[in-house]
């Protein structure tokens, strides 16, 4: 759709805030939103809000062992993940953070803030979302409006499987493969350093993240060691499509 240029400028900074969601149905630019986005698009995301502490687990540690090791998964979620959420916290005292505002918050302005803001911020977003895109009864691929989406964008699931797969073995070092909505909701594959994403007001790849792969060794590296274009292809196995599928439907 064709928007001033001014009135542009208002909606996506406002597209950020619905990302967030924060309110701005009353307003002259949230209607304009919603105009261009459907009343939805600043609603349903407040589902998706992160909190500063790590929710549980919605498996066992060893549910998903056709692809990744219940030990690995402990140690993640256990060590790594639980390290990013108490370095978080650390960063939100010392940098006087309001931790009952959502998360997404100090990603949008993370430059404002520390390095070890921006690591463990990244690290503990990154992580809570990766834990629900994961399942032990994947239904194997996306389905309804989401896989439409995938097709128009990247022709086929399979060269969009492709292309993401790509993402995360590229990655160079440690970091994060994606899947995004951007505000012009067309689907982007891209990926970011170390735990940087596409939240982040520092971050080349811009978007609203609807699948994020960890491509970190941490990941992976006790089953696969260096093979991890083999960890890739086995992470297939388990994405959560339904929970994908959700955070589509709650941007679009
Ligand atoms: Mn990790």
Redesign the pocket.
């Known amino acids: 759709m064709n928007i001033p240029v001014k009135s542009r400028r208002l909606f996506l900074g406002d597209w950020a805030k619905a990302i967030i969601g924060v309110s701005v149905g009353a307003s002259a630019i949230g209607s304009l939103l919603q105009s261009c986005s459907g009343p939805r698009a600043s609603s349903g995301n407040a589902a998706f809000r992160t909190g500063f502490t790590q929710d549980p687990l919605p498996y066992t540690y060893n549910a998903l062992d056709r692809s990744i090791d219940g030990s690995t998964m402990e140690i993640?979620y256990s060590k790594?993940?639980a390290g990013y959420a108490t370095n978080l916290r650390d960063a939100a005292k010392a940098e006087s953070v309001d931790e009952s505002k959502p998360l997404e918050e100090v990603l949008s302005k993370v430059s404002k803030y520390s390095t070890k803001m921006r690591n463990n911020a990244g690290g503990h977003y990154n992580?809570e979302m990766f834990w629900k895109s994961l399942t032990p009864a994947s239904a194997g691929k996306p389905s309804g409006k989401l896989v439409t989406a995938i097709e128009e964008n990247f022709n086929s699931f399979e060269a969009f499987k492709n292309q993401f797969t790509d993402a995360g073995k590229n990655r160079f070092g440690s970091g994060w493969a994606w899947l995004v909505i951007g505000e012009d909701k067309k689907l982007r594959i891209g990926s970011t350093a170390n735990q940087d994403n596409p939240l982040m007001d520092v971050s080349e790849l811009k978007g609203f993240p609807l699948l994020g792969l960890?491509v970190?060794e941490?990941?992976y590296y006790l089953r696969y060691q260096n093979k991890r274009p083999d960890y890739i292809n086995a992470w297939w196995n388990v994405v959560n499509w339904d929970y994908v599928q959700s955070r589509f439907e709650s941007i679009r």
Do not use: I
């Open positions: 993640h790594h993940a992580h960890d970190w941490h990941a």
